[in-house]
């Protein structure tokens, strides 16, 4: 059973369609049991780092979630879901993460000039890809996703699969540490591209139940 | 070469970010509309073939605006927005007619990812707050129609460009933006539907006095008038109707021509 974890803090309904379209079966739902029972785990998320931290606390997903990690299930964070992998973030204050992953979330830079980014940072950005990944696999670097973000994970280590650049600043666009992943772009909103990715995702986590028979050209757009 | 510090990992390449080119859907019932100065609408298909076919031609966003406002009638505007969502994975906005808190979960549950708010903002500026707390601001895009009334100066309308408000546009945008948004799309009325190039000026009032991404839309006529809107103001992301409903640029060639121009374009 592959779970999709509803915490209130994000449009899933996005993210559904686009699962089902790719043909990974799935139940949206923000029962601890579920998460305990789920062979691999989507965790989105929009909005600020510490209400989403609270949110999951008050649903008693924390720990589901840690457990599950500790376990080997395949994760893949999206946005700030992402972000939340982290030891700790910066913004409002500090405030601890999963800690699935290890690094600190913190602002993105602001644009100096005409030319720079505008914060929050929205809009189709490059990936540069860093490393070979599972996740990467079929995509050429250079490929678009579709970002909507004020900050950035920072994530330690050998976790950097691919960055994007945010006025002059390479910042994580994909991480991993073992079979967790994060995207700090939206998947389901990438695109081809985003589709491939989330179809690799499940494909290394053994959940692609069927494959979709709509086409689509890997890296064509 | 792999990253192994939490350092920041600084590079060199600091081009502008991609022009986002985004396809407008106005929407009356059951067809896709088209007019001049959002007046004399005329059809010119279904949304739904619409929107598919313009996500395969590899439009970055849809942006889909209910002239009529009428969310909860009968062939609303969710109803192709859902429909849609199962086969459209770029980002959908939807507009016309969001008046309140439960009008945006309406819209996010049938698949949009942001909405755009314009005659409920003008009305009662609170709302704009309301609807980033509960959705965050990335999710609320101020729509502006805005008519010229001077050399440097543009008035509000409301209700697709029907009512008046007296309402400075450039003043407005920046109230609105201490409320809370996450992008503003702004349309002249002036130029809108006319195919003769875009109200440069108004585009560059409004990004020189907001922070946050800017979205012009009214008057595309051909690949050029686009080129020199991005020269001038240097906006985020571009809004165009007319241009692909009536085939004049398609989208892919329109890509190609910005980046043969230098810009960058996902392609």
Redesign the interface.
């Known amino acids: 059973m592959i779970a999709v974890v509803d915490y209130g803090r994000g ?1 899933l ?2 993210l559904s ?2 699962l ?2 790719i043909g990974v079966d799935h139940i949206v739902s923000d029962a601890p049991d579920d998460i305990h029972k789920a062979e691999a785990i989507v965790l989105p998320g ?3 780092f510490g209400d989403a931290m609270d949110a999951l606390e008050a649903r008693q997903l924390v720990a589901p979630l840690r457990d599950a990690v500790a376990r080997g299930v395949p994760l893949l964070g999206i946005c700030l879901g992402m972000q939340i992998l982290a030891s700790a973030s910066e913004e409002f204050g500090a405030r601890g993460g999963l800690g699935v992953v ?3 979330v913190r602002a993105l830079p602001e644009s100096s000039g ?13 990936l540069s890809v ?2 070979e990944d599972l996740l990467t696999q079929g995509l050429s670097s250079g490929v ?1 996703a ?1 970002f ?1 973000h004020s900050y950035g994970f ?5 976790t ?1 699969i691919a ?1 994007s ?1 945010v ?5 994580p666009a994909i991480v991993r540490r073992r079979q967790v992943v994060g995207c700090q772009f ?1 998947p ?5 591209v ?2 491939a990715i989330l179809r690799n995702f499940f494909t290394e986590a053994g959940g692609v139940i069927s494959i979709s028979p ?1 086409a689509y050209g890997v890296g064509a ?1 | 070469m792999v990253a192994t510090a939490s350092r920041p990992i600084p590079v060199s390449d600091n081009a502008p970010p991609p022009v986002r080119i985004i396809s407008r859907i106005d929407i009356k019932g059951p067809n896709v509309i088209k007019g001049i100065h959002l007046e004399g609408l005329k059809v010119v298909g279904k949304p739904a073939e619409m929107a598919r076919q313009y996500y395969e031609q590899g439009a970055d966003e849809i942006i889909y605006m209910d002239v009529v406002a009428s969310l909860f009638r009968r062939n609303n505007i969710l109803s192709v927005v859902e429909q849609a969502a199962g086969e459209i994975f770029v980002p959908m906005t939807v507009g016309g007619g969001i008046r309140s808190v439960d009008n945006i979960v309406a819209a996010l549950r049938s698949g949009a990812d942001k909405v755009a708010i314009n005659t409920a903002a003008i009305q009662r500026p609170e709302f704009l707050s309301e609807a980033a707390r509960a959705f965050g601001r990335q999710c609320i895009v101020l729509s502006v129609e805005a008519i010229r009334r001077g050399p440097e100066s543009w008035e509000a309308l409301t209700d697709n460009g029907r009512e008046q408000t007296g309402v400075d546009v450039v003043q407005w945008i920046a109230e609105a933006e201490t409320r809370g948004i996450g992008e503003v799309l702004i349309t002249s009325v002036d130029m809108e539907g006319t195919e003769k190039g875009f109200d440069v000026e108004l585009v560059k009032a409004v990004r020189s006095n907001v922070s946050v991404p800017v979205i012009a839309c009214g008057g595309a006529g051909e690949g050029a008038h686009i080129r020199s809107l991005l020269k001038a103001t240097n906006c985020d992301a571009v809004c165009c109707a007319s241009l692909f409903h009536y085939n004049r640029v398609p989208i892919p060639a329109l890509k190609k021509e910005l980046a043969a121009g230098g810009w960058e374009v996902r392609l």
């Open positions: 449009n309904f996005s369609h686009a089902s379209h929009v909005g600020a290890p690094g600190s005409e030319n720079g980014m505008r914060i929050p940072n929205v809009g189709w950005r490059k860093r490393r678009m579709y909507v920072f994530s330690e280590g050998d950097i960055t650049h006025n002059g600043l390479a910042v939206h389901e909103k990438s695109g081809p985003g589709l709509v757009r």
